[in-house]
């Protein structure tokens, strides 16, 4: 059996490395933006990943679905709610926010197939 803290480790693992790289790739200005969208993104995803586990027991192509879809209007409303609200750079913020969505996702089918046995 695979360790529970293993894949929020990497969803974080990720995100300090989203944030270190579109720190050193952005300016001094941009900063708050990346913090904001590695902040969401973790935080999403850690949420998901603890939802899909309760919800959804037993369906992963469910899950991932209903992942997909929230990851999309996460993104959409950060783009047309948070942004102009806010007042944060558009190109740092989104890029780090969809950057670690992306990244994650790659993780996610291991994530919900941990736990699972294969039936042959």
């Keep these: 059996m695979k360790s529970p803290w293993l894949l929020p480790v990497a969803v974080l693992a990720i995100g300090a ?3 270190a790289g579109g720190v050193a790739l952005a300016g001094p ?9 590695v902040s969401i993104a973790c935080a999403f995803q850690l949420l ?3 939802i899909a586990r309760v919800a959804f ?7 991932y679905g209903v992942g997909m879809l929230g990851r999309l209007i996460l993104v959409v409303a950060a783009a047309l709610l948070l942004l102009p609200a806010t ?21 996610e089918p291991v994530a919900l197939a941990a736990g699972t ?3 042959s």
């Design 48 to 50: 998901f990943l603890l």
């Design 57 to 63: 027991p037993g369906k992963q192509l469910a899950a």
């Design 87 to 107: 007042g944060l750079p558009a190109a740092p913020t989104l890029f780090s926010l969809v950057t670690v969505l992306f990244a994650t996702t790659l993780l």
């Design 17 to 19: 490395a989203v944030y």
């Design 29 to 37: 200005g941009a900063r708050g933006g990346v913090a904001v969208g």
């Design 117 to 119: 046995e294969k039936k």
